[in-house]
């Protein structure tokens, strides 16, 4: 698995090969050229462009082949005037080239010449020294997620290690007397923890390290007990449990008794996900969650992402291509006083991009797992037409 | 790291926690109602919606409370005409109620009797059993990739392991004598591998284990000698060379050598990626990639990705979403012969998505590095117009 290889709390330094998805914890900026050499593009003869001036299949110029270059290997000989070069795709160009002729440009002449049946300009199929990147160049920003073709463009610059941050730990507490886990028979009024996984799987697309505390009675004291210990042993912590008043009002005096600032908000005006509490006790983030699926995953996707990404270091992306524009295929009615958050299947229309509300009561699992994403009605909408643009958020 | 439990080849059983972004190897049918019995959606008294019928707040009914139903257990008590009992949100509805008003709608009335304010059709403020996932429904398919809200209702419906497809193993081959890994310091006309990392990011993201082999001189008998141990290792194998003549030739006469039906293409219409190598050895696909970084992206998104699906077992997303749509900002013209692939930025420009080709040769890392994605202009097509709409595959 992942290993420090320095004592800093918040990153470490991750072999090349590990950091695929990594958050980088510093900018990159390149120390070397790239290429460190001009080099040729194409297979042909390395050259002076001003030999092959007016050159054409009609009139072509004439010119000696004096050497030729090989694939890693630096040529110790200079082309002259009325000179070339034989050189591979990737050759180093030799002292005193500046341009290279393609083979389908030349016709061989005679033991050693080659005409030119084509004019070229200094600098044709070459790349030139730094012209890929140069050095001082800023690669990377800070809070970067590598794709793979950074990972290509780190290599390219010498980089074997690379300091990323470290994965937030963040706990899972599971409440309710009522909750089992999923290899448990169920019996009588049981059912089975949902958000747990669901909240499991959500950390781990977002760079976050979860650790599933399990499932506790709804007691005061248990549950302060287990959430004591995971705010000294992690950077984050998530609270699920039931929606009735007793389960909230239990982890709010829970989170206002542990530490200072305590309870910082309970309650938001968006739906679902209206009853979420918000905290924090000696630096650690607290949130609890309402118990219904839908409202765990708005909450994970409209609040604590937001306070996710300053402990994952990840910068937001703008624009945010997780977000993509859609038509709504029927109308939506919202109530102007809160956010509503609309499950929403994305389907095609005569080719055009459309945004399918899912029906059925919200707050359902089912629902969640039909959908591609949400849409959000703002607070002071009272609903969306039938063919209206829409936002779209996928997960 | 990963561990099986059944001796099949393609697929075998995780537990649930470990399978966020596996591919599903069976179809997923509930073989349980959920939930598993009549909820309650709110906090409130669960009655007989009969009873309701007409009350408003100016014209109350009366209801004797004569019990309550607790988190998790069953109440084994019934409700009659008359009567109602407290229930907190995710309660078990009692025999003979039907629905559940809300506090906010109820003025307690002397000692065990309320007011009730509002009316109520049967079924309001419950999920019926089975109401969320019905037994029997076919909740997900195979080669369905788990997301977050999968995993929740997987634990849902009491299912704490899952038969996920393995993701296959695939070698990818870095050769050529100019080519030096990035943690060592550059001599003369060596340049470092960038495709292998590349390769290797984009194998992680699209679900296969990639293993690197090495660098390896551009040798007859060393390539066929790794690529021959390759391919009894691995379920694909991927050779990354130079876009020489030469090279491309050697691994063409290595796939062609090692076994039927050998080298199936060589060289497609598209730019950049040209020269691509496919063939099969004995059932393992093999593909000889151009040299050029861009020409790795663009082979390995069109035509690698295809061939790799079949391995992962993930099924194509229709719509795919992870192509967008966005206005080009200035027209580009194309060689109508092929098909062209250019590297865009995802801008906003007015509130629209727009594409932003990036300038600069192709075929460069730096390139890659500052683009979002890649736009098509297929053949036949002379060019596409500023302002006119592309598709954007993003990665």
């Given at each position: 698995m992942e290993f420090s290889?320095?004592?800093?709390?918040?990153f470490w330094t991750l072999p090349l090969?590990?950091?695929?998805?990594r958050i980088l914890a510093e900018a990159i900026t390149s120390?070397?050229?790239?290429?460190h050499f001009a080099r040729s593009t194409m297979d042909g003869y390395a050259l002076k462009a001003a030999d092959t001036f007016?050159?054409?299949?009609?009139?072509p110029a004439y010119i000696k082949v004096t050497g030729e270059v090989f694939m890693g290997k630096t040529p110790y000989f200079s082309i002259k005037q009325g000179e070339a070069a034989k050189i591979p795709t990737g050759g180093m160009l030799p002292g005193g080239a500046d341009a290279v002729l393609m083979y389908e440009h030349t016709q061989p002449f005679g033991n050693s010449d080659i005409e030119v049946l084509k004019a070229l300009a200094p600098g044709d199929n070459v790349i030139q020294k730094g012209q890929d990147i140069s050095k001082g160049t800023l690669l990377l920003n800070r809070g970067h997620k590598l794709r793979p073709q950074d990972m290509g463009a780190l290599s390219a610059i010498g980089l074997s290690d690379v300091v990323v941050y470290k994965r937030p730990i963040v706990s899972i507490i599971s409440t309710g007397d009522e909750i089992i886990p999923p290899g448990q028979p169920l019996k009588g009024a049981e059912v089975r923890d949902i958000n747990s996984y669901n909240l499991h799987g959500l950390l781990l697309n977002n760079g976050a390290l979860p650790v599933r505390k399990g499932i506790f009675r709804d007691d005061y004291d248990t549950i302060r007990g287990v959430v004591e210990e995971a705010v000294k042993t992690s950077q984050m912590v998530l609270i699920t449990g039931g929606s009735s008043v007793g389960t909230l009002d239990h982890t709010k005096k829970i989170i206002a008794g542990?530490?200072?600032?305590?309870?910082?908000?309970?309650?938001?005006?968006?739906?679902?996900?209206?009853p979420l509490i918000a905290g924090s006790v000696d630096g650690i983030p607290i949130f609890g969650l309402p118990g219904h699926p839908a409202a765990v995953t708005v909450s994970f996707e409209v609040f604590i992402k937001q306070v996710l990404r300053r402990l994952t270091g990840e910068a937001a992306k703008e624009?945010?291509?997780n977000i993509i524009k859609a038509r709504l295929t029927y109308s939506l009615s919202s109530q102007p006083a809160r956010t509503d958050f609309i499950w929403v299947k994305i389907v095609n229309q005569d080719g055009q991009t459309c945004a399918q509300p899912i029906l059925?009561?919200?707050?359902?699992i089912g629902t969640l797992v039909r959908a591609d994403g949400i849409i959000e009605i703002p607070a002071g909408k009272r609903g969306v037409e039938e063919g209206e643009e829409v936002l779209v958020r996928l997960f």
């Open positions: 290889r320095n004592s800093s709390l918040r090969e590990d950091t695929c998805g120390t070397e050229d790239l290429p007016g050159a054409t299949e009609t009139l542990l530490g200072r600032p305590g309870v910082l908000f309970h309650g938001v005006a968006v739906k679902p996900g209206k624009p945010d291509t059925g009561k919200s707050g359902l």
